[in-house]
């Protein structure tokens, strides 16, 4: 009972778990997980299901964005997405359908990202991510920060009125997204007792 005292309190989150030497140790390992999210979100993003009337794409970009934020922590989560955005920017091929760059409709939900997996890390610190109906809630909230930043952004780069953006970019999304939020109500909860049990 005891050993489980350090995975189960608030404060930490998953990737803290993980060992790192004191010191140097440390930095090389929140920098290998900083990396690792990037590069999970540039893979996951090429999961990609075009919706018909939309520039938008279905992906997996915004699971694998929440997710990052909820394991690594805001910290950590918010670099992650910053150096996926970035590199992007400077032309990784790596945003949905092998995108890179600024200038594309859908860019504004790669900047939201970044503010989700930020939340969704804070929330996490607190305890959000260990049962299925706390994780629900930040998956939702993270959810609806993406769509706050990326909705606006494509109604002014398609020139779109605010209901066809919401059209667009909103709507036709939303069941994919109640099915991702439900993958994580399961995952990370039972991330936390796998390693609890281990601790």
Do not use: C, E, N
């Amino acid at each position: 009972m005891a050993t489980a005292a350090p995975v189960t309190r608030t404060g930490t989150v998953l990737a803290d778990l993980l060992p790192a030497r004191a010191g140097a140790g440390a930095v090389v390992r929140d920098a290998a997980l900083v990396l690792g999210g990037a590069v999970l979100t540039g893979v996951t993003a090429q999961i990609a299901v075009p919706v018909p009337g939309s520039p938008v794409p279905v992906t997996g970009q915004t699971f694998a964005a929440l997710l990052v934020g909820t394991a690594l922590g805001a910290r950590r989560g918010f670099l992650s997405l910053a150096l996926y955005a970035l590199v992007g920017m400077a032309g990784m091929p790596w945003f949905a359908d092998g995108r890179s760059g600024a200038g594309f409709a859908s860019f504004g939900y790669v900047l939201g990202m970044m503010l989700a997996a930020t939340v969704a890390g804070a929330l996490a610190r607190r305890g959000a991510d260990r049962s299925a109906l706390r994780t629900a809630g930040t998956m939702a909230l993270g959810t609806a920060i993406i769509y706050a930043v990326g909705v606006p952004y494509l109604a002014l780069s398609a020139h779109l009125s605010p209901t066809g953006a919401v059209a667009a970019g909103l709507t036709p999304f939303l069941i994919g997204d109640a099915l991702k939020a439900a993958l994580a109500m399961g995952a990370l909860p039972t991330a936390w007792k796998l390693l609890g049990r281990r601790g």
